[in-house]
C-alpha cells in the first residue's frame, strides 16, 4: 500500500508526461555546456561509454526511486523516502546533504561556467578578482530580486528552461553535417581509475532528476506515473547527452584541449561562424545564470519550512514584513553560494557536489531496500523493481565505486560535513527538549 502518513493537501494533477518533462528539465542542466570537452579530453571518443556507464547506473538508481516513489506519495522527494524508511535523524541528515552539499555546491560549480563562458569574450573575468566581483554582482542581483518579489522569478526560470533547451536541439540537428568520421575512432582505452575519475565528474550532468519529484505529493497515480515518468524522462536525457558527446566530439576531435571551457559555442563557431560562438557563449551563461536563480527561488523555501520543522535553525524562517519573502534564508543561501564560488572552480566543485548527491541516492537505494522488506498493509500492488535485489546492488556497486575514486581531501571534506550536521542534530534535540522541559516548569 502507498504510504501516506501526512495529510494530503495537494491536488494530485502531475502525469507521465508532466513528470517526464519535469525530468528532463530538472536534469539537463548548464552543466552540459562544459562537460563535453572535460570528458573528451579525459576519455577521447570512449567519451561515449563513459555516458552509457552514467546512464546504466542512473537507470538503477531511477528504478529504486521509482520503487518507492510508488510506495511514499507524500510530498518531500528523497528526504520523505528516507525518513519513511529510517527514521528522523536520517531524514535530517540527508536533507542538510542536499541542501548544502548539492544545491550550494552545484549553484557554485555553475557560477564558474558563466565566469569561464563569458572570459571567453572579456578576458578580464579570468583574473580572480574580477570573478570574485562578477560573482558577488550576480549572486547581489539574485538575491534581490527573489527577496523583493518571486512571481518575475517564476517567469524568469520558465525562459532560460526554452533557452537552455532550443541551442542544445539545434546544435544535434545542424552538427551532424560537420562530423569527422576520424575524431569517433580511438586508438587506445583509458585506464579504470581515468575512467572513474571522468565518470564522477560525467555524474553532475545526470544528477538533478529528483527534484522533479519534490512534488510527490501532486503525482496522480503514483505507483503507474512515477516508473514510467522517471523512465521515459531519463531515456530522453541520456539519448540527448549521447548526441551531444558525439557531435562535439566528431566536430572538435583534439582540438577540444583548446576550447575546454566552451566547447559547444566553439561547435556553433563551426557550424555558423563567429557569430554562433559568440551566441552560444551568451546562452550558456545566461543558462548557468537562470539554473542557479531558479535554485535561489526555490532551495530558500526548503530551509524555511525546514526552519518551521525544525531541520534547519530557527532564524531561517522569518518573513520580511514588507515582501512577505523568507529574507533571510535566501540571504543566507546567497552567501553560502558565493563563498564556495570563490573557492574553486567547475571541476572541484562538482567532484564535490556529484559526491553529495551520490550519498543522497545510496540512502534513497537502502530506503527502497528496507521498505520492501515491510509487509504490504493490503493487498494493493505497488510498482516492483524485477530481478529481486540485482537492480539496487548494481546501482549501490557503482556508487560505492565512484565515491572510491575522491581524493583524500575530498573524502576528508565529506566526513567533517557529515559529522557537522549530526553534531547540529544533536545540538537541536538538545535544544528542543531544554524548551520543553522549561515550559512544562512554567506550568
Known amino acids: 500500500m502507498p504510504i501516506t502518513k501526512k495529510k ?7 502525469g507521465v508526461s508532466g513528470l517526464a518533462l519535469s525530468i528532463v528539465s530538472f536534469t539537463i542542466g548548464a552543466g552540459i555546456f562544459a562537460l563535453p570537452a572535460m570528458v573528451g579530453i579525459a576519455l577521447g571518443p570512449f567519451a561515449v561509454f563513459g555516458y552509457v556507464f552514467c546512464g546504466i547506473m542512473l537507470a538503477s538508481i531511477m528504478l529504486c526511486y ?56 572579456f578576458p578580464s573575468l579570468s583574473d580572480p578578482w574580477m570573478r570574485a566581483l562578477l560573482f558577488l554582482v550576480l549572486i547581489g542581483f539574485m538575491v534581490i530580486i527573489n527577496i523583493m518579489s518571486a512571481k518575475q522569478g517564476v517567469i524568469f526560470v520558465k525562459f532560460i528552461t526554452v533557452l537552455k533547451l ?34 564522477l565528474v560525467l555524474f553532475f550532468a545526470f544528477a ?10 501532486e503525482i496522480k497515480d503514483p505507483k503507474r506515473t512515477v516508473p514510467f515518468g522517471i523512465m521515459l524522462g531519463g531515456l530522453l536525457v541520456l539519448i ?12 572538435l576531435g ?27 557563449l551568451i546562452t550558456a551563461a545566461v543558462s548557468c545564470f537562470g539554473a542557479v536563480f531558479g535554485d ?48 574553486g572552480g567547475f571541476k572541484q566543485l562538482a567532484i564535490l557536489a556529484s559526491a553529495a548527491i551520490l550519498l543522497v541516492y545510496l540512502s534513497v537505494i537502502l530506503a527502497t531496500i528496507k521498505l520492501r522488506m515491510t509487509k504490504q498493509e493490503t493487498s494493493e500492488k505497488t510498482f516492483r523493481i524485477p530481478g529481486g535485489l540485482i537492480i539496487p546492488v548494481i546501482g549501490i556497486a557503482s556508487i560505492v565505486w565512484l565515491l572510491t575514486g575522491l581524493s583524500k581531501w575530498e573524502i576528508l571534506s565529506m566526513v567533517i560535513f557529515i559529522a557537522a550536521i549530526i553534531l547540529m542534530y544533536g545540538i537541536m534535540r538538545w535544544l528542543k527538549k531544554k524548551e520543553k522541559i522549561e515550559g512544562l516548569a512554567e506550568v
Open 208 to 217: 538533478g532528476f529528483e527534484s522533479a519529484l519534490g512534488v510527490s505529493g
Open 240 to 251: 540527448l547527452y549521447l548526441l551531444l558527446q558525439a557531435v562535439t566530439q566528431g566536430v
Open 254 to 280: 583534439e582540438g577540444m584541449a583548446a576550447v575546454k571551457d566552451a566547447p559547444l559555442a566553439a561547435v556553433a563557431e563551426k557550424i555558423v561562424g563567429k557569430a554562433g560562438g559568440t551566441i552560444l
Open 8 to 14: 494530503e493537501r495537494l491536488k494530485r494533477i502531475v
Open 66 to 121: 521509482a520503487e518507492i516513489g510508488s510506495r511514499i506519495t507524500t510530498e518531500g522527494g528523497s528526504y520523505a523516502y528516507v525518513e519513511a524508511a529510517f527514521g528522523d535523524f536520517a531524514g535530517f541528515v540527508v536533507n542538510w546533504i542536499f541542501v548544502f552539499g548539492w544545491s550550494i555546491l552545484g549553484d557554485a560549480a555553475l557560477l564558474n561556467i558563466v565566469a569561464d563562458s563569458l572570459a571567453v569574450i
Open 296 to 343: 535561489v527561488l526555490n532551495t530558500p523555501r526548503v530551509l524555511f519550512a525546514g526552519a518551521n520543522d525544525g531541520l534547519f535553525p530557527k532564524f531561517l524562517g522569518r518573513v520580511h514584513s514588507k515582501y512577505v519573502t523568507p529574507y533571510l534564508a535566501i540571504l543566507v543561501f546567497g552567501i553560502l553560494i558565493f563563498i564556495f564560488s570563490v573557492s
Open 166 to 199: 532550443l541551442p542544445l536541439i539545434a546544435i544535434i540537428l545542424f552538427g551532424f553535417g560537420n562530423i569527422q568520421p576520424g575524431n569517433l575512432h580511438w586508438e587506445h582505452i583509458p585506464s579504470v581509475k581515468t575512467f572513474g575519475n571522468t565518470a
